[in-house]
């Protein structure tokens, strides 16, 4: 039985180029169906990338109770202080903790490859608003000086959008600003952000005695509990106080589980298409042959030996596609870099990136597709009475 599956398999295969251009119609199908879903997925994993990396596991951010977003939040000036009083916080040689109340705001900006307008974060921060983060580097000119209308931007904002080149100067809701600085934040998130001295936000913007949002530098990951326990514990705080790192992780869920809810179901969408053509593909396929897989049950073949041999015909042809989609996706998507709307109502800049658990993913639909397409002709095949095959 073996043998005669391998010889009836052998045969299907070699008799491919008879059918090329119907082979190649599945292949083209099914390749861009897996080329599609991976787009869609290689966006979501390339956003929550961009979003985790920019979380910490020693650094706290607190906002006001049940806000989902910096931009819906309000902290007082007096909870700023007493949240500078808490325990766990790491402090410099002077007693200062390292925190950093901050305003985040949105303002226009143009698109560099459509020219549309978009929203784009700027942020106040304070002295030590680039000492809270990590890997917060000025690559090119300076930090913004205190007291200033200066701005430093963000590498990937200045890669997306234009009129933020250095020396420029852009006009920022009433007051005209200089960019002074470009900084890199080891591709995270706040690469997607403008920042200027937070005294002159607040002051040109008119949020006085106002911010948005808090954060503080843990002496470890076990000092959130003290923290928590601090904030919980003082009727004048109230706050909602979480790690960056659970913070940024609730962010990036909504928006990439929405564009992988947006590829599944277009790709499978085209993955019924595909089907179609996998199926007359394979039909095709049986019925060129149906003279000789008669004569092969003629002589002593059994049906299973045919079922197999069609079927491994079509999940073939359907490997190829997958293979040959996951790799243009590749060569397209993956690095590709762009922009979406955040959780914050702001534009948040990060590259695609396809995994190789992704391309497993495209290559098993395009596995199915084949299966599916392959198991109606198999059977057919299969089933062939002797005497219609010699006729046909």
Do not use: C, H
């Not at 000789?292 to 190829?320: D, K, M, Q, W, Y």
Request: no cysteine.
């Amino acid at each position: 039985m073996l043998r005669q599956v391998l010889a009836v398999t052998r045969i299907n295969l070699a008799s491919i180029p008879q059918r090329f251009w119907l082979s190649l119609s599945t292949v083209v199908a099914v390749g861009l169906v897996v080329m599609v879903l991976l787009s869609f997925l290689s966006m979501a994993a390339g956003f929550r990338r961009t979003l985790a990396s920019s979380g910490a596991d020693d650094v706290a951010i607190a906002l006001r109770a049940g806000a989902r977003a910096e931009v819906n939040s309000v902290i007082g000036r007096d909870q700023v202080r007493l949240l500078e009083d808490a325990p766990g916080l790491v402090r410099d040689p002077q007693g200062k903790p390292v925190s950093s109340a901050e305003l985040y705001l949105v303002v226009d900006g143009i698109k560099r490859s459509s020219q549309t307008k978009a929203n784009l974060p700027l942020r106040g921060i304070g002295e030590q608003g680039a000492a809270v983060r990590q890997g917060i580097r000025v690559t090119e000119g300076r930090m913004f000086a205190p007291g200033s209308n200066e701005v430093v931007v963000g590498k990937s904002l200045l890669r997306e959008f234009e009129g933020f080149e250095l020396g420029r100067t852009v006009r920022l809701a009433s007051g005209n600003w200089t960019v002074v600085g470009i900084f890199e934040a080891d591709g995270s998130v706040f690469e997607s952000e403008i920042w200027a001295d937070l005294p002159v936000v607040q002051s040109l913007f008119n949020r006085n005695n106002v911010f948005q949002t808090m954060r503080m530098r843990l002496t470890g990951p076990d000092a959130l509990t003290q923290l928590v326990a601090y904030n919980d514990g003082d009727p004048r705080l109230k706050l909602e106080v979480k790690s960056e790192k659970d913070y940024f992780a609730d962010q990036s869920s909504e928006t990439s589980d929405l564009i992988q809810k947006l590829g599944w179901p277009l790709a499978i969408a085209m993955a019924l298409g595909a089907l179609a053509g996998a199926l007359n593909t394979m039909y095709s396929s049986v019925a060129s042959r149906s003279v000789e897989i008669a004569t092969l049950r003629a002589i002593g073949f059994g049906g299973f030996p045919a079922f197999v041999g069609t079927l491994v015909e079509s999940l073939l042809l359907a490997a190829i596609g997958g293979v040959l989609g996951a790799l243009f996706a590749w060569l397209i998507f993956d690095g590709f870099s762009a922009s979406t709307l955040g959780a914050s109502f702001t534009q948040v800049v990060f590259s695609f990136r396809l995994t190789p658990g992704l391309i497993g993913q495209g290559i098993a639909l395009a596995l199915v597709v084949g299966l599916i397409g392959g198991l109606l002709p198999a059977i057919r095949a299969a089933r062939m009475p002797i005497v219609q095959g010699l006729q046909g």
